[in-house]
Each structure stands twice: as C-alpha cells, then as structure tokens.
C-alpha cells in the first residue's frame, strides 16, 4: 500500500541557497512539514559535505586577508589587541569543521535520515561513466562523480509504497529522474511546497507588504551590508551599501501547518541601492616586464547607482487569533553570495 508520506531529498543547492545553519525561513517550512508529518526528509553524508565545504569556503573569501602578516600588525595596531595568528589552511580547516558540526546539526534537528554513499557499488556508477549514460551523457561531466553516487544512494530507497521527490535546481538530474520509477524531480522549495498542496492557502500578504515598504528596505539594507557585493574592477571594495527603493517581482506566500505560526515569503526583489567604492587605479598602472604584472600607483574611489534582482525568503509573525501578518521576523537572501555589480557603467566612458 502506497504511503501518504512522500519521502523529500534536498539536494546541496537547495539547501545552501536557503541559508546558513541553521537555514532560513524556507527550512523552517520545511521542519514545520516533518513536525506534521507531512514528509520525511533525506540526506546523505557527501550531501552534508559538500553543503559545508560551500559556505566555509564563502567564508573563507572573507576572512582570508586576515592570515596575512601585514593585515594583522595594522589590525593590533587598531585595536591594540594581539590578534590570533592563523595560516590560511588553519583558516580553512575551522571554517569547514564548524560548518560540518552547524549542518550535521540542522539534518539532525529535521529528523532527517542520513544515508552512507559507502553503500553504493562502486561498480554500478563507474559503468555508467564507461557507457557515458546517466550523469555522464554529456561532454565534460567527468565532475559528475557526486551526483551520481548521491543519486544510486537515493534511488535505493524509491519504491512504489515510498516514493522520492527530489528538490535540485541541477540540470542533470532530469535525465536520471526521468528514467527512474518512483522518483520525481522539483526545482525549489517553493515548488515542493505546491508540489505539497500547500499553495491552495495562500494568505493575502500584498496589503501588509506595502504598508511596511520603509521596514523590508531598511532589513534588506541590513542583510546587503553583510552580503558578499563585488565590483567588477579587480581588487575593488564595497565600502558602503544604501538601498534607496524596491520593487516586488514575483512572490509567493504559505501558511504554516499549524495556526499561529510564521508566514512564509518567497519573492523576487527588484532593489535599487547607491554603493560607494574604491579599486586600484589601473589606468594608470604601470607595467612591470620582469615579474609581468601591472603595477597600479594610485586609488579610484567614487559613488554610483547598482540594481540588483535578489531571491529572497522572509518569514512573517501573524497574530494569533485572526491569522493577519504582524512584523518582519527573519529575511534571507536565496542568491549564492558574492553577486557582482557594475561600478562604471557604460556611460561613464562617453
């Protein structure tokens, strides 16, 4: 007899996108689902790796400059505080143990069952690899060795009583799932969540939205201060970030299982913010032939306009009694970090 509890697999681009351990307010959704009994959640141990190995080496593009000598004797300086020294391995090696134990953590509280890749024949994804089928179908998919041993792992627990679905904005599953009984595919959370019927309550939030405008830039504002924005000039800085206005592009609400709890938003944000910025003044670099590299003498710094088109998921506490949306609890962007921006536009070259 077939089970009326579908069996969820996230896959690591899913949950990365959905925030830091202990994620954002799509993976508390998704606990409100396995708290209800609504699904059961997958993972696998390479999942959870390469989940960690992501977010430390975002980290890492932060905090690297830190290991460097120099850096360290202006920060002491500054703060007349002996700054810990660390080697950029160091570095390396606590971001991932930390983010190993966070999302190890997370699985964890949502009841997830965690499968061993060690339980996959060996043999079966390496003659995929030989006939090129499968993972393998295309040119260039020799980097396909983790999927595929993530998918047979996966595909062991799929039967016609216990059905998989699997949440993966990766192109190459499509090929796979189709093939395979029992086995479906969604692109987002979002998706999963309709996939799951749970559009059909979809609260009125547009009214609430625009009342508090002023709030979401202002948490907006806040949450791109701490955002990874890179201009496109080589070795520039975002020195400051102020978003002046926001459109709402697309967006779609859920309630929770349970009265009373948090609204979930997921939307697509239109954002439009004055940044302030410095990069080394190449144009005036000069080159150096012996060590074959430009050698810029001076510093460009300047103000301009960017837009920016952020994924986003927002939860919303409502009042208990009649449901209606009271204040922004928690927003997080849904964009992988580190987003480029244009510092000179083409304008600027007339």
């Known amino acids: ?26 993976i508390t959704r998704v606990s409100d689902l396995v708290a209800a009994g609504m699904i059961t959640l997958l993972t696998t141990d390479l999942t959870i790796a390469e989940i960690a190995k992501k977010h430390a080496e975002n980290d890492f593009q932060v905090v690297k400059d830190f290991a460097k000598p120099h850096v360290q004797r202006v920060l002491e300086s500054i703060t007349r505080t002996t700054i ?65 041993f993530i998918f047979e792992r996966i595909k062991s627990e799929a039967s016609d009583a216990n059905p998989v679905i699997i949440v993966s904005n990766d192109g190459d599953y499509v090929g796979p799932v189709e093939r395979t009984p029992n086995i479906e595919l969604v692109a987002s959370l979002p ?38 924005l890179i201009g ?35 939307a697509e944000l239109e954002v439009q913010a004055d940044i302030s910025y410095s990069h080394p003044d ?38 208990e009694d009649s449901g209606n949306p009271l204040r922004f609890e928690d927003i997080g962007f849904r964009n992988d970090r580190f987003q480029y921006v244009v510092l000179h536009p083409f304008e600027d070259y007339k």
């Open 1 to 26: 007899m077939a089970t009326d509890v579908p069996q969820v697999f996230l896959d690591a681009n899913i949950v990365i996108a959905a925030g830091k351990p202990p994620g954002g307010p799509e």
């Open 84 to 148: 810990p020294t660390l080697t950029k391995e160091e570095m390396r090696a606590r971001l991932l143990e930390n983010y190993n134990a966070t999302t190890t953590a997370m699985f964890e509280r949502l009841s997830a069952k965690r499968l061993s890749i060690d339980e996959v024949r060996p043999s079966l994804v390496f003659d995929s690899y030989t006939r090129g089928d499968g993972f393998f179908s295309s040119e260039g998919k020799k980097n396909q060795f983790p999927d595929a």
């Open 191 to 228: 998706e999963l969540f309709t996939r799951l019927g749970l559009e059909f309550e979809e609260p009125e939030v547009d009214a609430f939205l625009e009342e508090h405008k002023d709030t979401l830039i202002a948490r907006v504002n806040e949450e791109l201060e701490s955002w990874g």
């Open 232 to 266: 496109d000039v080589e070795d520039s800085e975002i020195d400051e970030v102020n978003v002046n206005n926001l459109e709402i592009n697309k967006l779609i609400a859920f309630k929770s299982v349970e009265p009373g709890d948090s609204l979930v938003i997921i």
């Open 282 to 319: 190449w144009d005036g670099a000069s080159y150096d032939s012996e060590d074959k590299v430009l050698i810029p003498w001076g510093t460009v710094e300047g103000e301009t306009e960017v837009s920016l088109t952020l994924d986003v998921s927002m939860s919303i506490e409502v009042d």
